[in-house]
């Protein structure tokens, strides 16, 4: 719905309109405005009908309901956006003239979508996937589109392969699924024959691609774009977003029962951590360079399959986004958001990149199909917040036609807002590029190393990183029906990994190794570790922004219930109490503490730590709830850590946790939930191994 006009508030076109008597702002109308008596019964010739052709109430009702719908998006179809702004750090007008970095501390409103990219609309958000990253700023100069991912290559390097990785990764067309996932025939043949996707899929296989939350997760440009100063001095940048929760994943077995318990438990947490006031936050960096060192990089700079270490050339931080509404409603702000790679501002240029010039048709064109018209900018969360003027007009749902006589150019009518003309020192100049060359469709030779950064990033990750990637190879390719596909990816993989390669082929339980991919380079190991590839490497040291799930039964001792809760507090955390009954409990003392969820109902694996607070009796009521020893169980297996207290045993003996008690495991006493809250902080207990 628009800012200015909202159904009913009799302002619609004309301003305030004369109010008939009964047609106070409760009355429901037509959408031409007509009160209706009555919108549950249609209206009928005779008691039992028929129904009469001339019910407009019904006609119109129907007709509307049956247009609900637009296509999704071809990808990213799941998504989930919020509103916030982006505020500068220290103007930076001798790398850029955009308008949004030149004055400090300004704020410019912007909108965030992030989404999955293979699933459809309805499913589940801990898909093992990429995570689109988009982000579109209201400058003053007009609409930034910053549309990235939250992984810093791609799977291809040419925009002419786009539509056969996506056939590929989406459901097979002959079965109609598997949906949201690409543990499937099509998408590892493709994968297996086009051997620039090897870096990427290290990426996808890695804890990168199931996040904990969309608020820890990084987000970057993907591209090489340009910066141009207000002399025309141009430079390479790349764009990242470091979250300021610090990143976090979950891990595999944790995902798959998520998606379960809380399809939506990407876009709850978001909507959640905004309207409890804790707005995520993410620093915007760039690194930047000029065309010698793009020269002298071990690889082309304009191939999107390959990133730019953070060693090599360091992350300046620019400002930072904070997301701080929610929207009011979701169709008209997160599913008619159309990002468009081509949405750029004076001081911001592209590169030849043929995957981000392929890009720039796609997104323009899809948009066209999703929303019906041209006229996509004029729907609220798509328009400027800054001026403007210029000679298009009418089509599909024109909103605001231009007005005045004038609508072509040249003209001699007098000049003004409603007679604009292009302004060839202030408008928007493409950087100059000398160009040259015959016309011919190839790939160059500087793209051709797929494997050096594959191994880069594998040999950057933790041991426990590493482990997490190899199982997931067996675990898609498990998947894998046709048994020589399994074996070309493990042929890939050979090239990156001896033991990664072995690992996953003694998990398929391959009959023998396979030779390994014929590589159009030799594959460099001598690319130093960069350990800003790892998420655990910089895991942040805080439970801020996180979930502990209170495991609880009635009677339990007041002391450290509140203790608990006032260190949670302290630290920014949240808690969900789960109890036998969504009623919740009573504490010893007493008080009544409402449930948030009921135990069949509230997993541990929606918890980033758990703590069982019980009684005697109220731990051996739980050891016979299936669910109940399902939460410790689970809480075990993913390596959380477990707070308790010694009434709690009975319910760690049936499921065989006494025997098992580790360092993950917290006794808590009335003083210790200070001590308890700076353990979780550690967020996993990796050193237990399942
Ligand atoms: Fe794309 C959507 C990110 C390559 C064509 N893409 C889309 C979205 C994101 C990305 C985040 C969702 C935007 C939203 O929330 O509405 N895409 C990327 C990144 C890429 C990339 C980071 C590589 C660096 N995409 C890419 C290529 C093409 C497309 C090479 C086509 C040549 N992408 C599309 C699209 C979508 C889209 C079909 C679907 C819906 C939409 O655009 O608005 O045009």
């Not at 709850?268 to 990089?297: C, H, K, M, S, T």
């Not at 399994?486 to 996953?504: M, P």
């Not at 390994?516 to 790892?534: G, I, K, N, Q, Y």
Request: hydrophobic letters at 35%.
């Amino acid at each position: 719905m628009t800012e200015s006009f909202k159904y009913g508030d009799g302002k619609g076109h004309g301003g305030e309109l004369h109010q008939k008597p009964g047609s106070d702002k409760e009355v429901m109308t037509t959408a031409q405005g007509c009160p209706v008596s009555d919108d549950q019964n249609s209206l009928k010739g005779g008691k039992r009908g028929p129904t009469l052709m001339e019910d407009h109430v019904l006609r119109e009702k129907l007709f509307h309901f049956d247009h609900e719908r637009i296509p999704e998006r071809v990808v990213h179809a799941r998504g989930y956006g919020a509103h916030g702004y982006f505020e500068t750090y220290d103007p930076i007008p001798e790398l850029t003239c955009a308008d949004m970095f030149q004055r400090k501390g300004e704020k410019t409103p912007l909108f965030a979508r992030f989404s999955t990219v293979a699933g459809n609309k309805g499913s589940p958000d801990l898909a093992r996937d990429v995570r689109g990253f988009a982000v579109k700023f209201y400058t003053q100069e007009g609409n930034w589109d910053l549309v990235g991912n939250n992984i810093p290559v791609f799977f291809i390097q040419d925009a002419m392969k786009f539509p056969d990785l996506i056939h590929s990764a989406k459901q097979e067309p002959d079965r109609g699924f598997p949906q949201a996932q690409t543990a499937h025939d099509n998408f590892w043949d493709f994968i297996s024959l086009s051997p620039e996707s090897i870096h990427m899929i290290m990426w996808a296989m890695s804890d990168r691609a199931i996040p904990r939350s969309l608020r820890f997760m990084e987000g970057f440009g993907v591209h090489t774009f340009k910066f141009v100063n207000a002399s025309g001095e141009e430079k390479f940048v790349k764009f990242h977003w470091k979250p300021k929760q610090g990143m976090q994943s979950v891990v595999w077995n944790e995902a798959l029962k998520i998606n379960g318990a809380d399809p939506d438990f990407h876009r709850r947490d978001l909507w959640d951590a905004i309207n409890a006031g804790d707005y995520p936050e993410w620093e915007l960096g760039v690194q930047v360079f000029d065309r010698e060192f793009a020269d002298n990089f071990e690889f082309d700079v304009l191939d999107s399959t390959k990133l730019i270490p953070e060693e090599q050339v360091p992350v300046q931080k620019i400002g930072k986004m904070v997301l701080d509404r929610v929207v009011d409603n979701f169709f008209a702000e997160t599913e008619q958001v159309a990002f468009c790679t081509q949405n750029i501002v004076p001081g911001i240029d592209f590169t030849e990149d043929p995957l981000l010039q392929g890009r720039n048709f796609s997104y323009l064109d899809t948009q066209l199909k999703r929303l019906g018209g041209p006229n996509f900018t004029h729907i609220p969360v798509n328009a400027p917040k800054c001026p403007m003027r210029h000679f298009q007009q009418d089509g599909h749902m024109a909103m605001h036609n231009p007005k005045g006589r004038a609508n072509y150019e040249p003209n001699s009518w007098p000049r003004g807002e409603d007679n604009p003309r292009a302004c060839p020192e202030h408008g928007y100049k493409s950087t100059e590029e000398p160009v040259s060359g015959s016309k011919l469709r190839y790939r160059s030779e500087t793209f051709a190393d797929h494997y050096s950064q594959a191994i880069q990033f594998y040999q950057s990750q933790t041991s426990v990183e590493q482990q997490h990637m190899q199982n997931a190879f067996v675990f898609e390719l498990s998947k894998v029906e046709h048994k020589p596909i399994r074996e070309r990816v493990v042929s890939h993989l050979l090239n990156v990994d001896k033991q990664l390669a072995k690992g996953v082929a003694e998990g398929l339980g391959l009959p023998e190794m396979p030779a390994p991919a014929e590589a159009a380079m030799s594959p460099r190991t001598d690319l130093p570790v960069s350990d800003a590839l790892s998420i655990l490497k910089n895991a942040p040291d805080s439970f801020k922004g996180r979930k502990l799930g209170i495991l609880a039964t009635d009677g339990i001792e007041d002391g450290i219930l509140d203790g608990v809760l006032k260190a949670l507090k302290q630290e920014g955390a949240m808690h969900e109490v789960v109890a036998p009954t969504v009623n919740g409990v009573t504490t010893s003392g007493g008080k009544h503490i409402e449930g948030d969820q009921v135990v069949n109902g509230g997993p541990s694996v929606l918890y980033d730590a758990v703590l069982v607070l019980t009684t005697e009796d109220g731990a051996k009521m739980l050891a016979e709830i299936p669910e109940a020893k399902d939460f410790v169980m689970d809480a075990f297996a993913h390596q959380k850590f477990i707070g308790y207290v010694d009434d709690a045993k009975p319910l760690f003996e049936e499921t065989n946790l006494l025997k098992q008690l580790d360092d993950g495991f917290i006794k808590l006493s009335a003083s210790g939930a200070d001590e308890f809250i700076k353990t979780l902080r550690q967020l996993r207990y990796w050193q237990r191994n399942p």
